[in-house]
């Protein structure tokens, strides 16, 4: 018990350096399944032990099947819950508990004194705690959307104002050129041009302190509030994971108790109990940690280069001429994003496009005009679609989960094809090493029986002989099959990666071959692909290999993949790779 201790606190030391605050800042609604699911996980074992303490009154074969209930079915979508160290215990607990014969009812009346009530009281406890942890992360959520739009807000008006202030300047440039107008005129235009300038001058104060205000709550959501909300919930984890382990320990040592004879059965639930430990954190963050990095300030729109200057004395009597506004259009990144190689592949062009819309848009008609390039996303839009969206990498995750498909996993991306074929291959290999060690038994029980004709007919063996060579052939068709499958897709993976390095390294531009038209609008959210308007003509700098994909490009800055289906293409029979671009 001195040794399990220890090693717990050794464990608990190695945790110092997982911290979801900062790991998982962008993974709210990831670590509220998680948490979900723990709690979940809690309520099945609890009932797991009721239902134990049932059985013990009965007889031993209702403990076995109950053991077998517990056990998780094949290709079920709760396999890849046993990748934490609590599952894995729980399991090898039900492993164990096929042993048990002749329970009595001391046994059942332990459990629910020491494991059944407690869990139960400690599950309304856990819950009350993780509403309160993640009432408190949408409550500091809400508060930056709220500071954002008041930002947003504050930059209209200075815009508004500052357009404002522009015309009432150009009015006064006006009024001033116009000798028929009076003085007291030429005054009043001045005045109210100085104060649409001092109105201007206002909202850009006021804009300046919301950004400044914004940055500073920005930076404490996501470097402050964040993660103390989030290490909470990993205390709270942690405690979970603790609970479940002392759970599963107090079970095997109230069995210990009443049932000596099966110590070493008890044992190995002790076992397991100590194996839990907090390298279950470790495991939700290899799960969900996305390695974004949280966005930077926004930058400053100074919409005031518009505005001419404040009227003096010597602009009354002097200036004549007109100012023209100019607006600036720098636009500040607001989420450095990194992207891995592994989310380039999953999210390049050459997945399956989409499908074209059932029924072309009414602009989609031959000869028609050029539509014009589609306006940038606006950063207020940038911003809700991050705090509101689910990230990419939730598609890579559901990979992961169990689910129905063809045999050959022609549904899975090639990697994790290759890997399921390979689990098929040696699931084959382990049965058809099964099936020749039996052969070989049989085959030697049969030379037996031909030496000592007394001990048996050696016919009687030659049945099942022939059975399992039929086994045994059919297994290896199957092993021989899925290799090839497996090689298949690896041969695959390779070329595939290799086409993306030849489609996006290449130094020197591509010759066009022919041009195309949109017939449908298309936006180019995933990375290699390019949008396009309805009616927009672009040149075809590649033809569709089969993947329902064609290459195009704008002009020397902009190019990248359309589907073939939502363009018709006119290709150049007699182009040379002109670099020229619409």
């Known amino acids: 018990m001195h040794r399990n201790r220890g090693s717990f606190g050794r464990n608990c030391t190695e945790t110092m350096s997982c911290r979801w605050g900062t790991e998982l800042w962008d993974q709210f609604d990831n670590l509220e399944k998680h948490t979900h699911w723990g709690i979940e996980f809690v309520e099945r074992y609890t009932k797991f032990v009721k239902e134990r303490s049932e059985i013990e009154i009965s007889y031993a074969k209702q403990i076995r099947n109950l053991s077998k209930k517990y056990q998780p079915k094949k290709n079920s979508r709760e396999e890849d819950e046993y990748k934490y160290t609590s599952c894995r215990a729980f399991l090898m607990t039900l492993n164990e508990l096929n042993d048990y014969a002749g329970q009595h009812e001391v046994i059942a009346e332990n459990l629910t004194t020491h494991i059944i009530c407690e869990l139960t009281r400690y599950i309304q406890e856990l819950k009350a705690e993780r509403k309160s942890h993640f009432h408190d992360g949408r409550r500091a959520q809400q508060h930056i959307e709220n500071s954002w739009k008041q930002l947003e807000s504050s930059k209209r008006r200075f815009e508004r104002d500052c357009k404002e202030a522009d015309r009432a300047q150009q009015y006064f440039d006006k009024i001033d050129a116009d000798i028929n107008v009076t003085k007291a005129d030429v005054e009043k235009a001045r005045q109210q041009a100085q104060l649409k300038h001092q109105v201007a001058e206002d909202s850009k104060n006021e804009y300046l302190t919301y950004l400044q205000k914004f940055n500073k709550e920005q930076n404490e959501h996501y470097y402050s509030l964040i993660p103390h909300i989030f290490q909470k919930i990993q205390e709270m984890e942690e405690k979970r994971i603790e609970k479940v382990g002392e759970s599963m320990k107090t079970y095997a040592e109230v069995n210990r108790k009443v049932l000596p004879i099966v110590s070493k059965c008890l044992d190995g639930m002790t076992n397991a109990a100590a ?179 007394h001990m048996g007919d050696p016919n009687s063996v030659d049945p099942r002989l022939e059975e399992i060579g039929q086994d045994i052939d059919k297994l290896e068709l199957d092993s021989r099959k899925y290799e090839v499958k497996d090689h298949s897709t690896e041969h695959h993976l390779k070329s595939r990666s290799t086409d993306f390095d030849d489609d996006f390294d290449d130094e020197d531009p591509l010759p066009t071959i022919g041009t195309c038209k949109s017939l449908y609008p298309f936006e180019g959210q995933n990375e290699g692909t390019i949008s396009m308007a309805e009616g927009e003509l672009l040149y075809v700098i590649e033809e569709d290999k089969g993947d329902g994909w064609t290459r195009v490009r704008r002009n020397e800055d902009e190019e990248g993949y359309v589907p073939t289906s939502y363009i018709k293409v006119f290709f150049d029979t007699n182009a040379k790779g002109a670099m020229t671009y619409i």
Not at 286 to 291: A, H, M, Q
Not at 302 to 308: I, Q
Not at 433 to 450: F, G, I, P, S, W
């Open 275 to 453: 194996s839990i430990d907090r390298k279950d954190l470790y495991q939700v963050v290899e799960s969900f940690k996305s390695g974004f990095e949280p966005p930077g300030d926004v930058e400053v729109e100074d919409y005031s280069l518009s505005m001419r200057r404040t009227v003096s004395e010597s602009s009354y009597l002097n200036s004549r001429g007109e100012g023209k506004p100019s607006r600036s259009n720098s636009r500040g990144k607001l989420w450095p994003f990194k992207r891995n190689k592994l989310m380039s592949l999953l999210a390049s062009p050459r997945q399956p496009p989409p499908p074209p819309p059932t029924s072309p848009s009414p602009g989609a008609v031959p000869n028609g005009p050029q539509s014009p390039q589609q306006p940038k996303e606006p950063l207020s839009h940038r911003l809700n679609e991050f705090m509101t969206s689910k990230h990419k990498m939730q598609c890579l995750r559901s990979l992961t989960r169990g689910g129905s498909g063809p045999e050959d996993c022609s549904h899975l991306p090639p990697e994790q094809r290759r890997k399921k074929l390979q689990a098929k291959i040696n699931d084959i290999n382990k049965e058809l090493q099964k099936e020749v060690d039996q052969r070989d038994a049989l085959t030697k029980m049969k030379d037996v029986y031909v030496k000592n004709p």
